[in-house]
Nanobody, 127 residues
Framework: QLQLMESGGGSVQTGGSLRLSCNAS???????MTWFRQAPGLEREGVAA?????????ADSVKGRFTISQENMNTKNTLYLDMDVLKPEDTGRYYC????????????????????WGQGTPVTVSS
């Protein structure tokens, strides 16, 4: 059973930056790991995804501002989301999710395709 745990959320002002982390037990083979977010009253939406081969995809709303990356060590994987030039509309709870095997790019932001989820970390951007 893969366990995911996010950290790094917080409160910042517009234009600020945050780095989110998601710790996971070691994963190998074909996979997709993705950051989702959910604002109050809205559906969960995909933000950024990365495959085992390093391919990335971003939602249009965060392109040029967010960067997804991963660090694979012998016993664990860590997923990161560097968020710059934050806007109030980036406010929400951010979740990391994992899927085996990797998803086709067009499905990367389909929440129903993911089995493993973390508990989320809150991000608040004030104007």
């Amino acid at each position: 059973q893969l366990q995911l745990m996010e950290s790094g959320g917080g409160s910042v002002q517009t234009g600020g930056s945050l780095r989110l982390s998601c710790n996971a037990s070691y994963v190998s083979g074909s996979y997709t790991m993705t950051w989702f977010r959910q604002a109050p009253g809205l559906e969960r939406e995909g933000v950024a995804a990365i495959d085992d081969d390093g391919a990335t995809i971003y939602a249009d709303s965060v392109k040029g501002r967010f960067t997804i990356s991963q660090e694979n060590m012998n016993t664990k994987n860590t997923l990161y989301l560097d968020m710059d030039v934050l806007k109030p509309e980036d406010t929400g709870r951010y979740y990391c999710a994992a899927r085996f095997p990797r998803l086709r790019a067009e499905w990367a932001f389909s929440a129903n395709e993911y089995v493993f989820w973390g508990q989320g970390t809150p991000v608040t951007v004030s104007s």
